[in-house]
């Protein structure tokens, strides 16, 4: 047996790199003496290791030395895998076989093949012919690297002049010089987890670069705020307030006005994330109130990147929040209300996102767009060899991008021709599996983890795939350590550039259904329980009443109604942070006074609700309830309720009805004076009007926290 695919290092500084495929480990000895002193050698017994070798390195393979005959695959074919990835372009093939007979010869050339030496070998041809073969393609790619040096330089021009407008604005601003390119990186990396997720917002890998740009300008019309207002440590008055919000519209005002350029797709996108960044989901952001996906999706995903920076990052009003606590008040919505998709992916990226955006800001400074040179190097057709370069750099740029986000996870690639599975070393490892499986749907091990039945459904729905949309989701059992468990496999298919293109196979990953299970149970959790308290929100406490009633139509139920006396006070002393921990604090005593089966929620503002249901006498429980939350303090701040009840044997069991008599009982106590609680007699039902529950607890005592100008939690 010779080696594995196996890297020989003669010396220590960077030289050409040549593979070696012959089944013969005399042969590749041989050629390993005659070429090492000056090239770096990798080994390969078989064709199927030399694709796997020229798959892993292909941008890094100078020259293949391949033999003709050879197991499981033999050169011919090496060739023709090579033709159909275009890497016969770029990587020079010498045959060197010991069949002589002109129809081979006619053969390798005519599937791309550089040279033909046979053997036995002559040291001094095989050297002088390497040494011609590496010199030509090394001048190429010297030309290709001038013509893309002066693209990239242009490109990044272009990019230093946004990033200067971006950061006079954030100077002026206080803000760390790093926010412009927090923004541009958070942006790119949610954008390529939602093309992976879905094809909702007919987003492609084209639009990445283009948004990614846009979103450095996201706060250009600041530069019409005074510096008084930018930078002022406290918290703003309503005037000053108004006038911080206007820097969307002048933003969007200074696009629409361009004397050039108008409907240019960059100003487009430029103008609708200036405009639109704090527009929030439930549409109480501004300047227009706009509601869900009314809002463009690329100033979502802008909104959700500038929130995170400004958690994580220092300002003149507030220190840097940790990641975990950041993500953990985006998600309870202590931010404003984010679309629900956006926060599955922060909480998909959450555990990777430092270090994400760390490596992302290294490699911006560094990277050029590769989409960009290799759009702009198609022009140069006596360079297309370089063309089919980059987009294979491209390739490998979206795979980074698609796998950077994960750890420990089975992780695959998966190409038509040859038929083979590559596995990361981790999954590979996990599975009990070769890192690579040839003709895996045949495999023996592979049927032992997933059923023939399970793996041709996931390559049906692979192959039916499109381009624009290429993300497939499968659920199925597999069998790991004699136990079969349910994943979830999520691979995007890869596909040529030919017109029409071709499917060519699909990188992906399989994750344990449990943790998706356990991501979902968190977004519902979301969508049912107050994002500032973790109570119930109230139409989820409506919902789970109405069931509790219909299940028990003959039980004693009391609806009860309270809220926090003085309560503005705390915000108008302290500030609406402050009255956040409050009313933060009243639920943890709420929780920890009812039973496990009483409902509690939040109505709004500082406006509670529990609904009870009791045997005997109501008030010692009530009594009980009300005197372990009143009474309290929370630093310094008393805390003191009025609260009001009604029971069902007096009105009802009607849900409207009986809230609305809990919450006369609660109007009769504040007219009383406050601080106490007392149950509905319908002494006041006929006189009062009914008042919405959603109404109660209005807007100047709502505890939730308000924007501070850009990004004030």
């Not at 740009?213 to 705020?225: C, E, R, T």
């Not at 006396?565 to 500030?575: E, L, R, V």
């Amino acid at each position: 047996m010779g080696r594995d695919v196996t890297t020989i290092n003669r010396e220590q500084t960077r030289k050409q790199r040549i593979l070696i495929a012959d089944d013969s480990e005399m042969n590749r000895s041989i050629l390993a003496d005659m070429l090492g002193e000056e090239y770096e050698i990798l080994e390969a017994e078989n064709g199927v290791e030399a694709v796997g070798a020229i798959q892993k390195y292909h941008t890094e393979i100078d020259l293949v030395l391949l033999d003709i005959v050879m197991p499981e695959m033999d050169g011919f074919e090496v060739l023709t895998v090579m033709n159909r990835n275009s890497w016969i372009e770029d990587i020079p093939v010498i045959m060197i076989s010991a069949e002589t007979a002109p129809a081979h010869i006619e053969r390798a050339y005519n599937l791309g093949a550089t040279d033909f030496i046979t053997r036995p070998f002559n040291a001094l041809v095989v050297h002088r012919r390497v040494v011609n073969t590496t010199l030509l393609y090394a001048k190429q790619k010297k030309l290709v690297t001038m013509v893309s040096d002066q693209i990239y330089e242009r490109e990044r021009q272009n990019a230093l002049m946004i990033n200067i407008l971006s950061h006079i604005v954030e100077f002026r601003n206080g803000e760390s010089g790093f926010h412009v390119i927090h923004i541009r990186v958070l942006t790119e990396l949610f954008l390529q987890r939602m093309i992976l997720k879905t094809d909702r917002y007919k987003l492609s890998q084209a639009d990445i670069p283009l948004i990614s740009n846009a979103s450095a300008l996201h706060d250009v019309g600041k530069i019409s705020i005074s510096d008084e207002i930018l930078n002022k440590p406290g918290r703003f008055t309503e005037e000053e307030f108004a006038i911080m919000k206007t820097h969307t519209v002048v933003g969007a005002d200074m696009m629409d006005t361009l004397p050039i350029h108008k409907g240019d797709p960059l100003v487009e996108v430029t103008r609708a994330i200036c405009r639109w960044h704090h527009e929030r989901w439930d549409g109480r952001g501004y300047p227009d109130g706009l509601k869900g996906d009314d809002i463009p999706i690329t100033a979502q995903i802008v909104a959700l990147a500038d929130v995170y920076d400004a958690l994580t990052s220092v300002r003149v009003y507030k220190p840097a929040f940790s990641h975990e606590k950041a993500v953990q008040m985006i998600v309870n919505g202590e931010c404003g209300a984010f679309n629900p998709l956006l926060l599955e992916i922060l909480l998909e990226l959450a555990p990777q996102l430092p270090e994400l955006l760390q490596n992302g800001c290294q490699e911006r400074s560094a990277l050029m767009d590769m989409r960009s040179v290799a759009q702009e190097m198609h022009h140069y057709e006596e360079l297309s060899a370089s063309e089919r370069t980059l987009q294979l750099l491209e390739h490998e740029r979206m795979k980074y991008s698609f796998f950077a986000a994960m750890s420990q996870e089975i992780q695959f690639e998966y190409t038509v021709e040859p038929p083979m599975v590559t596995l990361n070393t981790w999954g590979a490892n996990r599975l009990g599996l070769k890192e690579t499986v040839m003709d895996p749907v045949n495999s023996s091990r592979v049927q032992e983890i997933l059923s023939p039945e399970s793996l041709e459904g996931l390559i049906h729905a692979l192959r039916n795939t499109t381009p624009a949309q290429p993300v497939v989701r499968y659920e199925c059992k597999i069998v790991h350590d004699g136990e079969e468990r349910w994943c979830r496999i999520i691979a995007r298919a890869t596909w040529s550039a030919d017109e029409p293109p071709q499917y060519t196979g699909a990188i992906g990953k399989a994750v344990d259904i449990h943790d998706s299970q356990m991501k979902m149970a968190a977004l519902e959790r979301m969508a049912s329980h107050d994002p500032l308290t973790g109570l119930l929100n109230h139409a989820s406490a409506k919902k789970r009443i109405l069931q509790r009633t219909e299940e028990r139509p003959d039980g004693q139920f009391a609806m009860v109604i309270f809220d926090l006396d003085h309560f503005k006070n705390a915000n108008d002393t302290y500030g609406h942070i402050f009255g956040d921990q409050v009313l933060r604090f009243l639920a943890d005593r709420l929780r920890d006074s009812i039973r496990g089966n009483d409902i509690a929620a939040r109505v709004g503002g500082d406006e509670f609700l529990m609904f009870l249901e009791y045997r005997g006498e109501l008030d010692p429980i009530i009594s009980r309830i009300y005197h372990s939350i009143s009474g309290s303090t929370y630093e310094n701040f008393p805390i003191s309720l009025s609260m009001g009840i009604a029971r069902t044997e007096m009105v009802g069991i009607d849900y409207d009805t009986l809230f609305h008599a809990a919450d006369q009982a609660l109007y009769k106590v504040k007219r009383s004076g406050r601080g106490r609680y007392d149950f509905y007699d319908g002494s006041v039902h006929e006189t009062l009007s009914v008042i919405s529950p959603i109404e109660g607890g209005g807007d100047e005592e709502n505890g939730d926290s308000q924007e501070k100008g850009d990004d004030t939690i």
